[in-house]
């Protein structure tokens, strides 16, 4: 399925921002596998990016396009008045007017990831539109959120069918995903980690951890392939 008025190529346009204005080098994105990663220094990101979705992105005509397109409920959307000192619902056919009075007592509540999960299973999770979602800080403050659940998804692609798969991303009753695509823009480092870390997995179910673990951990996952071809 392709995105409206244009293709895969061009929907992070939506957010009138090339992608290339805002990806990060990805040897330069932090990641949460990463020794050097540190979850406080992330906080703080991760922080401004719940305040820029909920005082500013879900206000947007085009964030509130997306999400209608891929079938999830924004945060004030959820209830009539669900965040303190946000405005009533538009009625429909109508845009948000004013972004609301920040109320930090709700970011806490606002978790971000059902919202990368959506993108990353649309094949959305486009750098323009993560920016355009989650603000300037989004590198930082989803960057390693993101980065996890696209290898996450390649888990649940691997480990069961399209029909598993999206029965794990639907949101019931009704926010369920309308269509998935395969992971989009892969590069060899995200593969080659990901293959690392099923093998990791497949590892840990034969219980070979601790002083049991292999010395090196192959990358490919070779002394299970048999078991996972079955």
Not at 7 to 35: I, K, L
Not at 181 to 190: K, M, T, V
């Amino acid at each position: 399925m392709d995105f409206p008025r244009g293709s895969d190529g061009e929907a992070h346009q939506t957010f009138q921002r090339a992608s290339s204005d805002v990806t990060p080098d990805q040897g330069q994105r932090p990641q949460a596998n990463n020794p050097q990663f540190d979850i406080f220094d992330w906080y703080p990101k991760y922080q401004s990016c719940q305040r820029y979705f909920i005082d500013h992105a879900q206000q947007s005509a085009q964030v509130q396009a997306v999400a209608a397109f891929v079938n999830i409920h924004l945060p004030n959307q959820r209830s009539a008045n669900p965040i303190p000192g946000a405005p009533p619902r538009s009625p429909p056919g109508t845009l948000f007017g004013q972004p609301p009075p920040q109320s930090h007592q709700s970011y806490a509540s606002a978790s971000l990831l059902p919202y990368i999960r959506r993108l990353v299973v649309t094949g959305l999770d486009f750098p323009g539109v993560l920016h355009g979602f989650f603000g300037d800080d989004w590198a930082t403050g989803v960057g390693p959120l993101h980065e996890q659940e696209r290898r996450n998804y390649l888990f649940a692609a691997k480990s069961g069918g399209w029909a598993s798969v999206k029965r794990d991303y639907d949101m019931l009753p009704s926010e369920t995903v309308p269509f998935m695509r395969p992971l989009q823009a892969p590069i060899i480092a995200e593969i080659e980690a990901a293959e690392k870390s099923w093998s990791e997995w497949l590892a840990m179910e034969d219980w070979m951890v601790g002083p049991r673990a292999p010395e090196n951990m192959p990358g490919r996952g070779e002394p299970h392939r048999a078991r996972d071809q079955r």
